[in-house]
């Protein structure tokens, strides 16, 4: 019997080990599962994805001539918040979708107010209702066929082109000065208010195109054209000390893709806005001190959610010319640029109509 108990013995001190060893393997591991801040909402749907882009004259923007220009002629960085910086001194505010799976609208709302930011240099930055974008797609687009929270970036992207959109404001009988939670909500139900649609009508996007590979990426940037990105991608929480964030896990997101930068050894990220508050992501910023609201990427990941092939730049009124933004590279030029802004331009999106 003593043999047995000192057998007995011996297999539970090795197994005690062995858990102890395992504890200690696993105890590090960064739980950033759980430290996720903020609501999710991109659907994919590839069928309607393919819908949308096969109505468009340019259904990439390979197809448009910002598309034509080589990308070994791009500068080696393009920070789109600084057009906006330039103007009030501070970077574009931080973005708050809340419990609302409402990330398609804020991600489709900052990349079109990034292009009005190049459109209209100098002027005031113009903010976006995003309630009206989401209720928009999933209603008048979508045809109410999503029962929960979310909606495709294509059907956001049909949206701002087939109606458009509506700067933040008090309206008649609407108070949009600020992002309602129970208002988007209820448009993601209901659809746009029809006393709102002529309003809406006045401002749409001219034009919209699918940007799938990174390369297309950088070439809508240098040009100035902000880029909604929807992926399955998700990132950890803590930027380095560069600014980048490293792929963990999967998000079923849609954010702002708004600045590509290339390291002085050659390798390149792009800058990602997300829509979670100021203080979702911590650490430094990085390059060209961004909002807080977002973070870099490694280019071979946003590549990879680029051609999950959800993802669309938007135009200004006047489609897609090329229109490389050279003062956003050169600081000297950019200083003396500051001196012509604010002349000429107007406050408001009754400016570019």
Known sequence: MAKWFKILAAILGALATALAAFVLTVAPVDPEPLAVPGAFGWVADPDAVA??????????????????????????????????????????????????????????????????????????????????????????????????????GAWAAEFVKQYGVLERGSYPGYDLRSYSEPLCRDWGRLGVPDPLEPTVRKFPVKSITQVTTWDQAKQALASRYGIAISSSQGFQMQRDSRGICGPFGRWMHCMCLDGYHRDADGTEYGHIENSWGPDAHRGPVGWGNPSTAGFWARADVIDKMLRQGDSWAFSDVQGFPARLDWLLINPKERAYARCFQGYGTASSLESLR
């Open 51 to 152: 819908e949308v882009a096969k109505a468009q004259p340019a259904p990439t923007i390979a197809q448009t001539p910002a598309g034509g220009v080589p990308v070994e002629s791009l500068p080696d960085h393009a920070y789109l918040w600084e057009l906006e910086r330039n103007v009030t001194g501070q970077n574009p505010p931080p973005q708050n979708q809340k419990s609302v799976g409402s990330c398609v609208s804020f991600g489709t709302a900052r990349a079109i107010e990034r292009t009005l930011a190049g459109q209209r240099q100098g002027a005031p930055p113009v903010r976006l209702v995003e309630e009206v974008i989401y209720g928009g797609s999933r209603v008048e687009i979508g045809g109410g066929r999503i029962s929960g929270d979310g909606s495709i």
